[in-house]
C-alpha cells in the first residue's frame, strides 16, 4: 500500500522567502509527526497532530515555523522568512494512533530545504 | 528520555551477522528500547523494540541485558542493503522520538 509522502522532494529558496512541505500520511493514521534533520545528524522533533489539534508543538524552533492538519489528514508544514539554518532534510511521519507499544511510526522519504 | 550511547562507525561482511551495541546506562523501569535505521535519501525504518526480554522478529534481534544498561541488535546475515545507520532510541510509550547520532554499518561484499 502506499506509504507516507512528502512533496516537493527538494525545494531551493531565497533567505527570506517563504515555503510550505507537504505530507500526505498514510490513510487512517490519525498520528502525524513533523521531524527535521541536520546534515550528519540525527532527526530532531518538531511537532505531533493527534487529528486536527496540534497535541505537541514544543519542537518548533521559533515562530517563523508553524504546520496545520485542518482535515485531520494532510499536514503542511510552514516557514516564513526564511534563513539559511532553516536548511535540512524535513521530515514527515504518521502512526495508526498516538504512537504507543507496538505501534511505528511510519517516516516519508523527506523534503530537502535549502536556503540561499 | 534516557541518553545512548553506539560507536560512530562499524563494518561488517556480507552474509555474517553485525552485532549493533548501545549503552544506555540510566534508562529506567518504564523505558523501552527501540532501534530504527535510517538508509541513504529516506526516512528512518522501525526495526524492533523491547523492554526486558529478548525479541526477535523477521528483521533482527534484540538482546537485552538483564541490568538493562545495554542491548545489541543483531542482523543474523547482513546483505548489501542493510547498510544504513542504525538508531538506538530509549523512550517512555510516548510519540516522541529522539534519535542520536547512531551507528553508520557499512555492509562489504
Known amino acids: 500500500g502506499a506509504g507516507v509522502s512528502q512533496t516537493p522532494s527538494n525545494k531551493v529558496t531565497e533567505k527570506g522567502k517563504y515555503v510550505e512541505l507537504r505530507c500526505d500520511p498514510i490513510s487512517g493514521h490519525t498520528a502525524l509527526y513533523w521531524y527535521r534533520q541536520s546534515l550528519g545528524q540525527g532527526p530532531e522533533f518538531l511537532i505531533y497532530f493527534q487529528g486536527t489539534g496540534a497535541a505537541d508543538d514544543s519542537g518548533l524552533p521559533n515562530d517563523r515555523f508553524f504546520a496545520v492538519r485542518p482535515e485531520g489528514s494532510v499536514s503542511t508544514l510552514k516557514i516564513q522568512r526564511t534563513e539559511r539554518g532553516d536548511s535540512a532534510v524535513y521530515l514527515c511521519a504518521s502512526s495508526l494512533t498516538r504512537d504507543s507499544l507496538g505501534e511505528e511510526q511510519f517516516f516519508g522519504p523527506g523534503t530537502r530545504l535549502t536556503v540561499l | 528520555d534516557a541518553k545512548t550511547t553506539q560507536p560512530p562507525s562499524m563494518d561488517c561482511a556480507e552474509g555474517r551477522a553485525a552485532n549493533l551495541p548501545c549503552n544506555h546506562s540510566t534508562i529506567s523501569g518504564n523505558e523501552y528500547v527501540y532501534w530504527y535505521r535510517q538508509i541513504h535519501s529516506q526516512g528512518p525504518q522501525y526495526i524492533i523494540h523491547?523492554?526486558?526480554n529478548n525479541e526477535t522478529n523477521e528483521m533482527a534481534s534484540l538482546i537485552i541485558t538483564e541490568d538493562r544498561k545495554s542491548s545489541t541488535l543483531i542482523l543474523p546475515h547482513a546483505t548489501l542493503r542493510d547498510t544504513a545507520v542504525y538508531y538506538c532510541i530509549v523512550r517512555i510509550n510516548d510519540y516522541k522520538l529522539s534519535f542520536g547520532a547512531g551507528t553508520t554499518v557499512t555492509v562489504r561484499a
Open positions: 523491547g523492554l526486558k
